[in-house]
């Protein structure tokens, strides 16, 4: 099941923001997260906050969306995201300005069709705007993405498809209940690229069962079908999810940190030697300009607003997060409220600790200068066991080694002091 809500303090109904928060919109980029929460099936290590229709009182194998009562529910949601589109707009008026990167996730939100997908992107150039430039992702599983679905995207405005490969090996993919076909995933690379659009293929590794020789035959795959973009992600065991009861019940062996340890330095080296440049630990990518804008604007800490079931926003030192069910989701915005939970406000010493967290998983790093004192006397030390980068540490930047890379939390602790 989708996991537990942080805790915070109660939301406005009318979803304002302070003063002091709205103050500070449109300084810097702006972006819109858009959280379809629909799935085929659920697959067994995932905590995200997805549904299947037979989860949600709909009938049909693997909630498929063939019923009419099936599309009345994810068209209930695609009204419901356009009135939150809509709260947001009269929540910040102008003040972001055009909105510098869009990305849609889940889920799997190509169940829905690419004219729901666009009529939201149009919601959303017709609230603040789009930059020119603009990055629309939206995730895909390859089973959904066809010649057909590919150039619908492309011409709704889309310019990224971020495909759930996980693994090209049939055993691992059943280990996480990941009902497609590997062989789609070929076509799917083809039909985005085909269609003008960026590729990117997302991989999990340290799946139970999944051997060293299995990881590689994944990686030799990614790097044939030369995608703009890569994520490699190690496979977590999230409290309450189908895997962690196998794990519990030693059904399945849980992930081991050497073996993962090993798997992330295999996919460095044969992504590096396909020409991939990591820019955040788990991310790769062939160019600069090919780097996930949209994941750089969290980490660095930009505003955005997350639109949907369960999506969580941040602006002007601001977080929440919405509701979790979708019918109460939709149900708040009939009322004419906002579907936000809770919230919470940030500090400095809680915007400063979160600058370290995440600028340190950059390779472009941190300054040397932003970090507090004990934070500036820790890194020669850290450069010695060889966790972060002596040339970095010169240039005055925090950047973490290969080693350090795997080590990150400890780096950022210590960092912390």
Not at 99 to 124: A, I
Not at 142 to 167: C, K, N, W, Y
Not at 180 to 207: C, F, K, W
Request: with cysteine; hydrophobic share 35%; proline share 7%.
């Amino acid at each position: 099941m989708p996991s537990a809500f942080p805790p915070g303090e109660p939301a406005p109904r009318d979803g304002s923001l302070p003063e002091s928060a709205l103050a500070s919109v449109g300084a810097g980029p702006f972006s819109v997260y858009l959280h379809v929460p629909f799935c085929r099936v659920r697959c067994g290590y995932c905590d995200f906050n997805t549904y299947t229709l037979p989860e949600l009182g709909q009938p049909g194998p693997e909630g498929e969306l063939r019923s009419g009562e099936a599309r009345s529910l994810t068209d209930a949601f695609v009204e419901a995201a356009h009135r939150e589109l809509e709260l947001a707009g009269r929540v910040l008026g102008d003040r972001p300005g055009p909105v510098e990167t869009v990305f849609v996730g889940g889920g799997t939100p190509t169940m829905l069709d690419p004219h729901q997908l666009g009529g939201l992107l149009e919601r959303v150039r017709h609230t603040w705007g789009l930059a020119p430039d603009a990055e629309v992702s939206t995730e895909a599983n390859p089973d959904t993405v066809t010649p057909e679905v590919a150039q619908r995207l492309a011409a709704h405005g889309f310019t990224r498809v971020s495909i759930g490969m996980q693994s090209a090996v049939p055993q691992v993919l059943r280990t996480l209940d990941r009902t497609h076909d590997p062989a789609n995933v070929v076509r799917a690379v083809r039909a985005v690229r085909e269609a003008g659009m960026q590729v990117s293929l997302d991989l999990i590794y340290g799946t139970p069962g999944e051997s060293l020789q299995d990881w590689r035959r994944s990686l030799e795959l990614v790097t044939a079908l030369e995608p703009d973009h890569v994520s490699a992600y190690a496979l977590v065991v999230e409290e309450g999810t189908k895997l962690h009861g196998q794990v519990r019940r030693g059904l399945v062996p849980a992930p081991d940190d050497d073996d993962e340890a090993d798997k992330y330095e295999l996919a460095d080296e044969l992504l590096g030697a396909a020409g991939y440049e990591w820019y955040e630990i788990s991310n790769w990518a062939g160019s600069p300009e090919r780097r996930c804008r949209h994941n750089i604007a969290y980490w660095q800490g930009n505003d955005w607003w997350g639109v949907g079931p369960g999506a969580h926003s941040h602006v002007g030192g601001v977080r929440w997060w919405n509701v979790k069910h979708p019918r109460a989701y939709a149900d708040r915005l009939d009322q004419g409220n906002s579907p936000a939970h809770a919230r919470e406000l940030l500090g400095e010493s809680e915007r400063y600790d979160e600058q370290v967290l995440l600028g340190v998983r950059l390779a472009d790093g941190l300054p040397v200068g932003q970090l507090r004192p004990e934070g500036r006397h820790a890194v020669a030390g850290l450069v010695a066991e060889g966790l972060l980068d002596g040339r970095a540490a010169v240039r005055g930047r925090v950047g973490l080694s290969l080693r350090g890379r795997l080590l990150a939390d400890t780096v950022v602790h210590r960092l912390l002091g």
